[in-house]
């Protein structure tokens, strides 16, 4: 008991030292004020801290329990009231990942595709995926958007930025999905479908050599309903599914492309699934991915894609964010969280 009490005397003598040698620092000495108290002094960084805190919670649960469209009546308001605008405010005041996920929120669609295909063209050996991504799954309409919006923003067609920074039969692909020339019927055609699944099996499996032409053209510009049926009608001649023949076939950005097609038509919400259980089960999460599909899906089929995640890999989207291994935590997370269903 003697020693313990000894040794309080000494973190007391110590912490007393410390005080006075803060104190008298050439440091302190010239900004230091006779009227100090620093218990009221934490006190009023801690209150500020938890007003901050309060505010962020606020911005955090309306925009994530609101539309785009909602958002862009607020942000409307917001000007009016304050004389200036949301999205400027917002990257005043927040950083990194979160501040990029509420300004995304906050962005129409279409420029926020159009931002997306601008950065995956500065480094398309890494992220052709994201151009590919987002050509195949946005009808003719939203692409004609995005296409206005690209010019807008960057004063050059989205058209010609492909026709620069691709190349070959990829290059052609592409270009056919960004001028939104895909039929969008719901009617199918079987006698069309066996012709057009005669025409691929023709133009691959039973030639040397391959017409990726022919792949393209019936790929790119077919309903997906149609398609559907086309695939059903190609394994009955081949005796392949279309993707085994595909990865027979072609290879690189090409293939993926392809392939990306067939796995949209067969099943949009697991093509989703997959691409986001990639994102997160790396040991750096991709959040670029991660922001980008659960922003672009929110409105359309996100609760389709997190069933589909339960289904394929045994656990729930959030539980998955949850224990991503690359920190997805704090109000980053909250933000993820909030814009998803609770656990399906």
């Known amino acids: 008991m003697i020693f313990i009490g000894f040794l309080i005397f000494l ?6 030292l410390v005080e006075k040698q803060i104190m008298t620092s050439k440091w302190t000495e010239t900004i230091g004020t006779t009227c100090f108290n620093q218990l009221t002094d934490a006190d009023a960084i801690h209150k500020s801290i938890e007003k ?21 009546l607020i942000a409307v308001e917001y000007r009016k009231i304050s004389g200036k605008e949301l999205k400027d405010d917002l990257k005043t005041d927040l950083t990194g990942n979160f501040e990029r996920l509420l300004k995304a929120l906050i962005t129409s669609p279409a420029l926020f ?52 920074q691709t190349s070959g039969y990829f290059r052609k692909g592409l270009l056919f ?90 099943n949009t919400p697991a093509f989703f699934a997959e691409k986001l ?28 894609i997190q069933t589909e995640y339960k289904k394929q890999y045994g656990s729930s989207l959030h539980t998955a964010i949850k224990a991503s291994q690359s920190h997805v935590c704090g109000r980053y997370e909250t933000v993820l969280m909030n814009i998803c269903s609770k656990d399906n």
């Open 52 to 72: 901050i805190r309060e505010s962020e919670r606020t911005v955090i649960s309306i925009l994530t329990a609101r539309s785009y469209a909602q958002r862009q």
């Open 113 to 164: 595709d159009a931002k997306q295909l601008k950065k995956a063209m500065q480094n398309l050996r890494n992220d052709a995926n994201v151009l590919i991504e987002i050509l195949i799954t946005r009808n003719n309409k939203q692409l004609k958007e995005i296409s206005q919006s690209y010019f807008t923003e960057y004063k050059k067609s989205l058209v010609d930025d492909i026709t620069s």
């Open 277 to 304: 259980y990639k994102a997160l089960k790396d040991t750096e999460t991709d959040k670029w991915a991660l922001n980008r599909i659960i922003i672009s899906r929110s409105e359309t089929d996100l609760l389709d």
């Open 11 to 16: 973190r007391c003598e110590n912490l007393q």
């Open 177 to 266: 999905l960004a001028e939104a020339k895909r039929d969008e019927s719901l009617e199918v055609n079987k006698s069309l479908a066996k012709k057009d699944a005669q025409s691929l099996y023709d133009a691959g499996e039973k030639k040397w050599g391959t017409d990726e032409d022919k792949f393209l053209e019936i790929l790119c510009l077919r309903s997906f309903s149609q398609l559907r049926l086309i695939f059903e009608e190609y394994k009955i001649i081949s005796q392949r599914e279309i993707e085994d023949s595909i990865k027979r076939e072609m290879s690189g950005h090409l293939a993926e492309l392809l392939l990306a097609i067939v796995n949209c038509v067969k």
